[in-house]
């Protein structure tokens, strides 16, 4: 596939040649295309070349990619062919990339696979803060049911040990009269509280 540009200032009778590839998988039981290699032509000899990585599709679908470049920001899927060669002095990126090979119908693209990642950095972010947050709910709500249990504990453990639990038959004679020196005088049974003088 050539996409002639004539000439561009310097650059006479710009030309920039992707070339396709198809083959037939067993597993996928169909076709995928696959580009293979960039190439840029001007002054009727090839410039630059590159090579393609992970730019493929089934052969009835198109491909698209926000970026297709050479450059390590936008994950360079164009790598330069060899070290000696001029690409190394080309930065190439096409933005809003898409292609299809085969099975064009009506000029128009078919449905496309893109080069999207099904994890994302973005898509992992939100799974990892979605795991943070039911952490922190879970710790929540593992507190909140933790205290109430400590709530009825101390108030079972205050219950007995502020206020004396008293015996029925203690009842009928907490006090015994004392005579000493013409006063009436009331002592309670448990010595340990305190006296008391009337």
Same mark, same amino acid.
């Given at each position: ?23 037939? #998988? ?6 995928? &295309? !696959?580009?293979?290699? =960039?190439?840029? +032509?001007?002054?009727?000899? %090839? ?63 078919? #449905? ?6 099904? &994890? !994302?950095?973005?898509? =992992?972010?939100? +799974?990892?803060?979605?795991? %943070? ?63 008391? #003088?009337?």
């Amino acid at each position: 596939l050539s996409l002639k540009f004539g000439d561009i200032g310097n650059l006479k009778g710009l030309v920039i040649r992707f070339l396709l590839t198809t083959s037939y #998988y067993q597993l996928s039981v169909q076709n995928w &295309f !696959s580009l293979h290699r =960039l190439q840029l +032509l001007y002054n009727h000899s %090839i410039q630059a070349t590159f090579n393609a990585t992970r730019i493929y599709a089934p052969a009835s679908y198109s491909y698209h990619c926000e970026h297709v470049s050479s450059l390590q920001r936008y994950d360079a899927l164009l790598i330069p062919s060899s070290a000696n060669d001029l690409s190394k002095l080309w930065e190439v990126t096409f933005v809003d990339f898409q292609i299809q090979g085969f099975n064009i119908q009506e000029g128009h693209f078919a #449905y496309a696979k893109d080069c999207a990642s099904l &994890f !994302s950095p973005a898509i =992992l972010m939100g +799974l990892v803060m979605s795991l %943070i947050l039911l952490l922190v709910l879970a710790y929540a709500l593992h507190m909140l049911i933790h205290l109430k249990s400590l709530d009825r504990h101390y108030e079972s453990k205050a219950a007995s040990a502020y206020f004396a639990q008293m015996k029925d038959n203690d009842m009928g004679d907490e006090k015994e009269p004392l005579r000493s020196s013409g006063n009436e005088s009331y002592e309670l049974r448990n010595q340990q509280f305190c006296k008391i #003088y009337i």
